[in-house]
């Protein structure tokens, strides 16, 4: 059975942000409750936010994925497309404290797949990592931003898994199929926002079904309960929706890798 929810409060894994506590929802004035000095006084305290980690068109990302996966999802056509459509949620900041990001998701039986996708752009502060090196016999070290691309690593995989089991079950299976930063600094062709948006969900729907296809196609190579008819069938099937995928693909990020199987 495949878990096609969107983000509501029939869905298994609920948008991490709908559980934060909103300012003045224990419908009373803010100004006069106890904790007002107290909220004050976290004022000069560091931000899970500084530095940019809160990036607007992430949010418009979202719901035009979610608007085209709702559209993919009622497709009875082509039931491929409709059966490989994701589920969208944020990542936490305790998944990735520095970069924001999306994860999708699609639920089929007991396994999820899962691929993240993380944003960057030049008002995102990142860590100092140390660098040592030697000139000759004089030992150097030197602070160097991390490079964005280093976020996608076993850490964020590891938390993301720990938060996906912790809402779908300790039993589930979760596979990998993907991983990806997108560098929004690197988007010098666009217009405008609108045109912003576009360009980053069509990478992201383009690396899914890349990444998803992929893990189809090495599952079915390895499954023995799958005949060889069948087999060849279902891998003829998905190289022409392969090749078609490549074929249509205008996102102009021919520098980012989509293929990042595990």
Known sequence: MINNGTNNENNPWANPSDEIDKPGSNNGNVENSADFLSMLSLLGETSSTQGGRIIPEIDLVKQELEKQYESQRKNTINKMTSRMAPSTADISVNVSPVLPGIVLFLRMGNTLYI???LFYNRNIVLDIDEVQY???STNLRQNSPRVPA??????LFNSLENELRNR???DVKIINIGGEVINMDSIIDVKDQEQMVKRIKDVMILSWETSFMTQL?????ENDKVDHISRTQLTG???LRLVDINSNNTAGFGHHSTNHSR
């Open 134 to 136: 030697y000139i000759g």
């Open 115 to 117: 691929s993240p996708f």
């Open 150 to 155: 280093s976020y996608i690593n076993k850490h």
């Open 168 to 170: 779908h079950g300790q």
């Open 217 to 221: 196609l090495r599952a079915a190579a």
């Open 237 to 239: 099937d998905i190289k």
